[in-house]
């Protein structure tokens, strides 16, 4: 079985400084991962994910996050935020062969102010 | 436009009563999915389908119902059995090839016990 933990309940930021959101994951086996956001009483949308290949991932609204195997980290960045990015933020993780549903952890509420 | 539409958005129901969520999607979708969102918790799987006919419980499978008559739908009923269920409910979609890992949120409902 897989796990996510999302280490931060809320992150507050001024606009236009940097953010890092955390996310560490459990597996035994290989995984996709993924980052979501979510606007208030809104669905899901993909911000972006990582399957293989380059570690560096970027993804819409100008976040990327960066997959670190030896640290099972997949952390989520953004060199300058706005008023707009104030949203929730999932990670979530699933495995990479056979079938599995997605796991989440339980989301980091980004809180941006002017 | 394709996409997952969850109706009604907003739910209320009195203690005792069962109420059914609907979820559509014309995205030719195999798999569907319903999951439960309560603050602080992250969004908890209730139950999923990966074919017509065919459903599995989830972590939180306990006083829900589903049905999956149909490619494009998955209602989801929360029966009287269910002892806690206000909460934001939220139905997605993934196809099911190899090619594709992520899955697809529809709005979501809030259901409210009063």
């Known amino acids: 079985a897989q796990s996510v933990t999302q280490l931060d309940s809320q992150v507050p930021v001024f606009e236009e400084a940097p953010v890092e959101l955390r996310c560490n994951y459990s597996?035994?086996?290989?995984?996709?991962l993924f980052w979501y956001v979510q606007y208030p009483n809104q669905g899901l949308q993909l911000l972006l994910k990582?399957?293989?290949?380059?570690?560096l991932v970027k993804g819409i609204n100008g976040f990327e996050a960066e997959f670190n195997k030896s640290q099972t980290s997949f952390h989520l960045r953004k060199p300058s935020v706005h008023i707009s990015d104030t949203a929730e933020y999932f990670c979530?993780?699933?495995?990479?062969?056979?079938?599995?549903?997605?796991?989440f952890g339980k989301g980091t509420m980004l809180l941006v102010s002017p | 436009d394709g996409g997952i539409t969850q109706s009604p958005k907003y739910l209320f129901r009195k203690e005792g009563q069962n109420v059914t969520l609907s979820c559509e999607q014309n995205?030719?979708?195999?798999?569907m999915y319903w999951y439960r969102q309560d603050p602080g918790q992250g969004l908890r799987l209730i139950y999923y389908?990966?074919?017509?006919?065919?459903?599995q419980k989830g972590d939180i499978a306990e006083g829900y119902s589903v049905s999956r008559e149909k490619k494009e739908s998955f209602p989801l009923t929360v029966t009287s059995a269910q002892k806690n269920p206000t909460a934001f409910y939220l139905c997605?979609?993934?196809?099911?090839?190899?090619?594709?890992?992520?899955?697809?949120f529809g709005q979501g409902t809030r259901l409210t016990v009063v």
């Open positions: 997605a979609s993934s196809p099911q090839d190899r090619s594709s890992t992520e899955a697809f």
């Open positions: 597996s035994s086996v290989s995984v996709y």
């Open positions: 990582y399957l293989s290949g380059s570690t």
């Open positions: 979530a993780v699933r495995t990479s062969s056979g079938y599995s549903t997605l796991t």
């Open positions: 995205l030719n979708h195999d798999a």
């Open positions: 389908s990966q074919i017509v006919n065919d459903f």
